[in-house]
């Protein structure tokens, strides 16, 4: 059974920063894409931003040049920097990876902008 755990969410201030992680843990042989969605109260669930196995990234133009996705293949995991937090941003976020042909998904985490 293989799971995902996120961890990193919560309250920042317009400007500021927050690290999102998530962790694959259970019988794993190998991990294709790593990605971050997020949905913000009555929209849908849109893509963040991605990273295939072997580094190449991919963002939403609203994100590109303040959030940062990257992955550490050895831990199964995958992190979302993000940067000059925006009251837009207020969105739960979701880890996503695509591990020995199946697609999982994270909990969830809450992230909230707001002064």
Same mark, same amino acid.
């Given at each position: 059974?293989?799971?995902?755990?996120?961890?990193? @969410?919560?309250?920042? /201030?317009?400007? !500021?920063?927050? &690290?999102?992680?998530? +962790?694959?843990s259970?019988s794993i042989?190998?991990?294709?894409?790593? @990605?971050?969605?997020? /949905?913000?109260? !009555?929209?849908q &669930?849109?893509?963040? +931003?991605?990273?295939?196995?072997?580094?190449?990234?991919?963002?939403?133009?609203?994100?590109k040049?303040?959030?940062t996705?990257? &992955?550490?293949?050895?831990?199964?995991?995958?992190?979302?920097?993000?940067?000059?937090?925006?009251?837009e941003?207020?969105?739960?976020?979701?880890?996503?990876m695509?591990?020995?042909?199946?697609n999982?998904?994270?909990q969830?985490?809450?992230?909230t902008?707001?002064?």
């Open positions: 059974q293989v799971q995902l755990v996120e961890s990193g @969410g919560g309250l920042v /201030q317009p400007g !500021g920063s927050l &690290r999102l992680s998530c +962790a694959a259970g042989f190998s991990i294709y894409d790593m @990605g971050w969605y997020r /949905q913000a109260p !009555g929209k &669930r849109e893509l963040v +931003a991605s990273i295939t196995r072997g580094g190449t990234t991919n963002y939403v133009d609203d994100v040049g303040r959030f996705i990257s &992955r550490d293949n050895a831990k199964n995991t995958v992190y979302l920097q993000m940067n000059s937090l925006k009251s941003d207020t969105a739960v976020y979701y880890c996503n695509f591990i020995d042909a199946l999982y998904w994270g969830g985490t809450q992230v902008v707001s002064s």
